[in-house]
């Protein structure tokens, strides 16, 4: 296993981050294929035996049992010092803005009831999960800076947001003397590469970490055109991402298959070597042991300048989905993301 420093931070944290959206109890959350706590145990033992040390997780991944999961498997299997975890936590509810808790209110309100679920005194990085256009900029940057003032999270990270928006925090950080962004999470892979617009720029000029999810597009990028899977078939929001544009990225796919033939590698290998040559860490969801082989085994897969250029020269310009084509403070109102978990997981926090 490689690693690397994130960002301007002083986390050293392996280039493969363990996604836990996958782990937890799917009947309190949305997703059928997540794993129960003992094979979620597995692979998070697994990981930690192939290097893996960096973790990501969120209060919103199946209502908070995807923390607890992880939270219990790193206390049984690893030193705390030895590992980088990092949650994220959801915009304000309409009820908690109805009854006037303010951003920094809520803030605290999630960080403590995530260090709850994982069992810890603080995370290594607390992660904005998506914009929220109903909370002043102000009162996110006071809150997250009062609780690495406090001890509760040592950095701090943003996902699913526009360049100029993660540089209008930055800015504002850097004026009011809070805590700054050090890493992104955003929707980036071979086949979604719109992040090379404006956040690779801005990242590479202001040493911002990027630590993108979806790193495999779903699966998409790890199986041959007609292979199948639990998560390929059942995942909607993959579906949601990827079916309108699946002509167009069946020749990536493709190529990839071909190169990793050729290389005697995975296409998993294949998808993430390329990726790790634009990012410090891609964030990848695991359910199986040989996924979390694959990633840790693309580490040490070197790709030409030239095998490069021939998975990238097929791209088409993709369409924001998702999260991002409702980060307008019109579409975010409409959508009111992840309200229905929010509003359980605030329940559960004041009881």
């Known amino acids: 296993?490689?690693?690397?420093?994130?960002?301007?931070?002083?986390?050293?944290?392996?280039?493969?981050?363990?996604?836990?959206?996958?782990?937890?109890?799917?009947?309190?959350?949305?997703?059928?294929?997540?794993?129960?706590?003992?094979?979620?145990?597995?692979?998070?033992?697994?990981?930690l035996e192939l290097g893996i040390n960096f973790f990501d997780t969120a209060i919103g991944y199946q209502s908070g049992t995807s923390e607890?999961?992880?939270?219990?498997?790193?206390?049984?299997?690893?030193?705390?010092?030895?590992?980088?975890?990092?949650?994220?936590f959801l915009p304000r509810t309409q009820a908690e803005i109805q009854n006037g808790i303010s951003g920094q209110q809520h803030i605290e309100q999630m960080i403590d009831t995530s260090l709850k679920n994982l069992g810890l005194d603080y995370v290594d990085l607390y992660i904005y999960h998506m914009w929220d256009h109903q909370t002043p900029l102000y009162d996110i940057?006071?809150?997250?800076?009062?609780?690495?003032?406090?001890g509760k999270a040592r950095y701090i990270g943003i996902s699913n947001c526009f360049a100029y928006q993660l540089a209008k925090a930055n800015a504002l950080a850097e004026k009011e003397g809070f805590a700054k962004f050090v890493s992104i999470q955003g929707h980036y892979n071979l086949i979604f590469r719109e992040e090379e617009r404006e956040m690779v720029k801005l990242c590479a000029e202001d040493n911002i970490a990027m630590t993108p999810y979806s790193a495999l597009a779903g699966g998409r990028l790890s199986k041959h055109r007609g292979e199948t899977s639990k998560r390929l078939e059942e995942d909607s929001y993959a579906k949601f991402k990827y079916d309108a544009t699946a002509k167009q990225d069946a020749a990536i796919i493709d190529r990839v298959a071909e190169l990793a033939e050729k290389r005697g590698v995975t296409m998993t290998e294949v998808a993430l070597a390329w990726l790790l040559k634009k990012v410090t860490a891609?964030?990848?969801?695991?359910?199986?042991?040989?996924?979390?082989?694959?990633?840790?085994?693309?580490?040490a897969l070197t790709l030409t300048p030239e095998e490069c250029l021939y998975l990238e020269e097929a791209y088409v310009p993709h369409n924001l989905v998702g999260v991002m084509a409702q980060n307008t403070p019109e579409a975010a109102k409409e959508a009111h993301v992840w309200s229905t978990g929010n509003q359980k997981i605030e329940a559960k926090s004041k009881g």
């Open 141 to 150: 940057m006071d809150g997250l800076n009062r609780i690495v003032k406090a």
């Open 1 to 47: 296993m490689q690693y690397a420093k994130l960002g301007n931070s002083e986390l050293m944290v392996s280039r493969i981050c363990m996604g836990c959206m996958g782990f937890g109890d799917a009947q309190n959350g949305q997703h059928s294929w997540t794993l129960d706590e003992e094979h979620s145990r597995e692979i998070i033992k697994h990981g």
């Open 282 to 299: 891609p964030v990848v969801g695991a359910t199986k042991r040989h996924h979390v082989e694959g990633a840790a085994q693309a580490t």
């Open 68 to 88: 607890r999961y992880l939270g219990r498997a790193l206390r049984d299997f690893a030193k705390r010092d030895e590992v980088v975890v990092a949650t994220k």
